[in-house]
């Protein structure tokens, strides 16, 4: 084990953060070479004499508002990452460093130090980049010089990002720059005069294939969230305007969301109906009317079918050939939304497991199947049809894979089928509510027996519009179960839908966008830096609050089945607003008054931020009064005539939050309003498509 001591400048004090690099059993499959970078973090602050006598400074960049140094990119190259490390050092500091190309460094006189970004040529000095993991980057000083060099390309020429992922590390550990949230609240840059850093020597490969929390905001059930603003008023064009992906973007990129695979998992027959049913009728499921005809959305297969496996197989074929850095084709299914059932004829029915009937007589709910309603558990027909498909297609591409979900009626893990082919990467669609511990057990179950079905795992949670916006904190659990994941298989995560509510769960995207860097991180040190970060003066009163947020979550999680947790889809969502009575608010709102008391007028952006998380409680109270006012009618305890005057109250506040960074209250109403219903819940096998959140 190597520890290391970085540290760097920010403001009038210093803090140094130590590494240890250890070397972690690698999953089998892909073996990426790698070293995982340490979960320990602490912060150190100490006086400038004794440091800078301690360890002199190796590089100096800025000195008293003066710039004492260049920025060197390759030759003949753009350089992304060195603009970002340029902007945010004037941003910092006032002084702003020049951009040169290596050949043209001999034109820069009288600097201090030079920053080499990228792989110029002298950075061989520092790092050999054909030993550096794809979107791993080195941050080193040698003599008065810094160097800041990441892998921007996989062997099969897919473009990544380690060299920028490396600015970002550089900006966090010695500017002290954060990137708390999306909007004009979320980024923290200390200002200081003279900008040095000491020794240098870190090495960064991150442990998962691919990290992402989907950037929802403006596409996810687009055109109907685009009804619900139309409806309330809302101008489309400056909605769209403030949660552009301008400025929505910059926060998932500095998070160091992307991926060294490019891998496809979605839904993947799109337009069969229309290009095959004329010549390959047989190919579509038979309905329970008797006939095979699918509407031209979303249309099922019938998977027992041989000339189907060979059409799937010759189509990713020629996909894969024609993208050389695709590395898997999706044989997923579609996802329901479209009116079409599951095959039904006796060969696709004889594949089912022949305790399938049994699992699903000892617990209806066990698979849940948008279109569907509950049903019988259909994983051992898809393996099967996975498996047929696979076997052609390694022929032909031995090196490469296929991507499926395991999600709907296919989710829990085969019965029968023992074994997916070693070129089948499935992405499990589970671990998607906090909300219910039975849930989570049994989402941990499944992930263990899908481990010995299949060599490659990855995690595709619809997590971030649990809770329909009200406040929930689940990091503690969310960090417990992603360092379980890694020990059992997991090799990509991507969480959906990314819809920002940054008042009453910016923490948890915050706790879960490090640990899809480096899932064993500790979460208490990251809970600590971004409250420290955030709310300054105010963060022990703002720790606790997350604490008793994080404790009520945990309550509500002990007394949900895994079953009661979608709430009938929605429609008995008034029972988990009833948590939030009034007060459990004025408990979490005190917490929130003795941060701004500690802040004062100090820091208004830290003020802002306090503002946000009360917006979120506020929310909450007319949510709750909304839904329970729904709930009073159907069980006779109030009118239709009083529901409507609290409804349009309730909604002219939510018109009010349409523009606010705070709560996502366009999106968390596209869930609200199904319990909103005056009438008693259909039975759940009625119940209407839900499809995989976009």
């Known amino acids: 084990m190597k520890e290391e001591i970085h540290v760097g400048r920010v403001g009038t004090q210093f803090f140094g953060r130590a590494r240890s690099n250890t070397c972690r059993r690698v999953a089998p499959g892909f073996e990426f070479a790698r070293r995982d970078f340490s979960n320990v973090w602490f912060w150190c602050c100490f006086s400038v004499t004794t440091l800078a006598a301690a360890t002199g400074w190796a590089a100096t960049l800025v000195d008293g508002g003066q710039a004492k140094a260049v920025i060197v990119i390759p030759a003949g190259q753009k350089s992304a990452a060195a ?243 695709l590395t898997a084709a999706s044989i997923s299914p579609n996802d329901g939304g479209g009116g079409n059932k599951f095959c039904c004829c006796p060969r696709c029915r004889a594949w089912d497991s022949p305790s399938a009937h049994e699992i699903y007589q000892k617990d209806p709910k066990v698979s849940q199947g948008p279109g569907e309603g509950p049903g019988i558990p259909l994983t051992d027909r898809y393996c099967r049809f996975y498996n047929e498909v696979a076997k052609r297609v390694k022929q032909e591409m031995p090196d490469r894979f296929l991507g499926c979900y395991a999600y709907s009626l296919y989710r829990t893990p085969p019965v029968v089928v023992d074994h997916l082919e070693d070129n089948v990467i499935v992405a499990y669609v589970g671990f998607s509510s906090y909300l219910s511990d039975e849930a989570r057990k049994a989402g941990r179950d499944d992930w263990l027996r899908w481990a010995k079905v299949a060599k490659q795992l990855t995690l595709r949670p619809n997590l971030l519009s649990n809770g ?101 889809r929605g429609h008995d969502y008034y029972k988990l607003t009833a948590y939030y009575t009034d007060p459990v608010l004025a408990e979490l709102q005190a917490c929130l008054d003795r941060a701004s008391a500690a802040l004062g007028s100090s820091d208004p952006a830290a003020l802002a931020r306090v503002g946000m998380v009360a917006t979120g409680l506020q929310y909450a109270k007319q949510t709750r009064r909304l839904l329970m006012a729904a709930a009073d009618v ?61």
Not at 519 to 535: G, S, T
Not at 648 to 666: G, Q, T
């Open 634 to 694: 159907r069980t006779k305890k109030n009118t239709p005539a009083q529901f409507d005057k609290v409804k349009a109250e309730v909604l002219a506040y939510y018109r009010s939050l349409a523009l606010s960074w705070a709560v996502a209250v366009d999106h968390d109403y596209f869930h609200i309003r199904r319990g909103m219903s005056l009438k008693s819940a259909p039975p759940e096998s009625a119940s209407k498509e839900e499809p995989l959140e976009p």
């Open 83 to 325: 603009g970002e490390l340029q902007h945010y050092l004037e941003k910092a500091s006032g002084a702003k460093l020049a951009i040169v190309a290596e050949d043209k460094l001999g034109q820069s006189k009288g600097v201090a130090s030079r920053v080499f970004v990228g792989p110029c040529g002298v950075a061989s000095r520092v790092v050999d980049l054909k030993k550096l993991q794809p979107e791993g980057f080195v941050i080193k000083t040698e003599a008065n010089d810094l160097y800041i060099v990441g892998r921007d390309a996989t062997d099969a020429g897919l473009p990544v990002e380690g060299t920028f992922y490396g600015v970002c590390e550089f900006l966090e550990r010695f500017l002290g720059v954060r990137w708390l949230m999306a909007g004009p609240a979320g980024e923290v840059v200390p200002q200081q005069a003279t900008i040095q850093v000491a020794l240098a020597d870190i090495r960064q490969e991150p442990l998962l294939w691919r990290r992402n929390i989907r950037n929802s905001k403006t596409t996810g059930h687009h055109d109907i969230i685009l009804r619900i603003l139309k409806d309330w008023g809302v101008p489309l064009s400056e909605w769209e305007t403030v949660f552009s992906a301008t400025n929505t973007r910059p926060w998932f990129e500095h998070q160091r969301f992307g991926g060294r695979v490019n891998m496809n998992f979605g839904h993947s027959y799109g337009g069969w109906w229309d290009k095959y049913h004329e010549k390959y009728p047989d190919i579509f499921a038979l309905q329970p009317n008797g006939t095979r005809i699918n509407s031209n959305t979303r249309e099922r297969l019938c998977i027992s079918n041989p000339t189907l496996w060979d059409l799937v197989a010759q189509d990713r074929i020629k996909q894969l050939r024609e993208d050389p850095s």
């Open 468 to 568: 329909i916006g009200l406040p929930i904190n689940y990091i503690h659990k969310l960090g417990e179960d992603l360092r379980f994941l890694a020990d059992h298989g997991m090799r990509a995560a991507e969480f959906t839908p990314g819809i920002g509510n940054w008042g009453p769960h910016g923490l948890d995207y915050y706790v879960l966008a490090k640990l899809l860097w480096d899932p064993y991180r500790e979460v208490d040190p990251i809970v600590d830096d971004y409250c420290r970060a955030a709310y300054g003066p105010g963060a022990e009163a703002m720790k606790d609050y997350y604490r008793r947020v994080e404790e009520l979550t945990n309550h509500i999680a002990a007394k949900t089945s895994q079953h009661d947790v979608q709430y009938k």
